[in-house]
């Protein structure tokens, strides 16, 4: 069994988004063989997700993040910018983490399919994802 894992910054700036890691996570898969990869964000304001991205999922996604948890003033949680308790929330529906299946190092992602992390906080603009390999 083999196990190796790394942390990676991601520069998210000061407006909600998605943003790529699929590259990320075919690097640190590339050349270990068969197994499992989890891509996981360790901040109590962000997600991963699978999705399609370039095509204008990406922009849907955030129209429907902001449909579903305005940016207002109904969250309890109220410290940061306006809105700031919505960031709270997100993680219970974009969940902190995604494991793929990885055959021959190469993730096993779809035609379209993209890893991606999804910040709404405009608070924090550095992000670590940490991607961890078992084999």
Do not use: K, Y
């Not at 891509?39 to 996604?61: K, Q, R, Y």
């Not at 960031?87 to 021959?104: C, N």
């Amino acid at each position: 069994m083999t196990f190796a894992t790394e942390t990676i910054q991601v520069s998210t700036g000061s407006r909600p988004g998605v943003f790529d890691l699929t590259s990320a996570v075919a690097d640190f898969c590339r050349g270990r063989g068969d197994g499992l990869c989890t891509v996981f964000v360790p901040h109590a304001t962000a997600g991963v997700a699978i999705i399609e991205v370039g095509a204008g999922s990406d922009h849907d996604l955030m129209t429907a993040i902001d449909e579903l948890l305005p940016a207002d003033d109904r969250w309890r949680h109220a410290h940061g910018s306006p809105g700031h308790g919505r960031d709270h929330v997100l993680p219970a529906f974009i969940s902190p983490s995604v494991t793929i299946p990885v055959v021959d190092g190469r993730p096993t992602l779809g035609t379209w399919q993209s890893v991606v992390l999804v910040d709404t906080n405009r608070d924090n603009r550095e992000r670590q994802v940490r991607l961890t390999f078992l084999g």
